[in-house]
C-alpha cells in the first residue's frame, strides 16, 4: 500500500559527493518521520540518519559533519547528500517511513528496497 522508490546510488569517489533520494507513495495521510540505514556486506543494517516531519534530525556517529540529511514534506520524499564518501561507507542504503494513522495513533513502519553506494578512487 506505500512504496518507497529510492535513486541516486551509484560509483562514487572520495573526492566526489552523491544525493540520494528516497519517494514514497501510496495510503500516506501523514508521516512521522523519514531515515536511511545502511548494510555493508556481511554486516549489520545501522542506522545512518533519521528526520521529523518537524525537522529534527539525528545522525549516527560515523557520518556527522559529512552526511546530511533533508526531507520535502509536499512530496513525501527524504534525501540523504553524502559528502567526503569514504571506503567504509560503501554499502546497500534503505530508505525508510514511518507513517501516522491519526485515527488509530499508530505509526506503520515501511522499507524501500536499497540502493547500491560504492567508494572507491
Known amino acids: 500500500q506505500v512504496q518507497l522508490v529510492e535513486s541516486g546510488g551509484g560509483l562514487v569517489q572520495p573526492g566526489g559527493s552523491l544525493r540520494l533520494s528516497c519517494a514514497a507513495s501510496?495510503?500516506?495521510?501523514?508521516?512521522?518521520?523519514m531515515g536511511w540505514y545502511r548494510q555493508a556486506a556481511g554486516e549489520q543494517r545501522e542506522l545512518v540518519a533519521t528526520?521529523?516531519?518537524?525537522?529534527?534530525?539525528n545522525y549516527a556517529d560515523s557520518v556527522k559533519g559529512r552526511f546530511t540529511i533533508s526531507r520535502d514534506n509536499a512530496k513525501n520524499t527524504v534525501y540523504l547528500q553524502i559528502a567526503s564518501p569514504k571506503p567504509e561507507d560503501t554499502a546497500v542504503y534503505y530508505c525508510?517511513?514511518?507513517?501516522?494513522?491519526?485515527?488509530?495513533?499508530?505509526?506503520?513502519?515501511?522499507w524501500g528496497q536499497g540502493t547500491q553506494v560504492t567508494v572507491s578512487s
Open positions: 501510496g495510503s500516506i495521510f501523514s508521516i512521522s518521520a
Open positions: 528526520i521529523t516531519s518537524g525537522g529534527s534530525t
Open positions: 525508510n517511513v514511518l507513517v501516522r494513522d491519526p485515527y488509530y495513533s499508530t505509526d506503520y513502519l515501511y
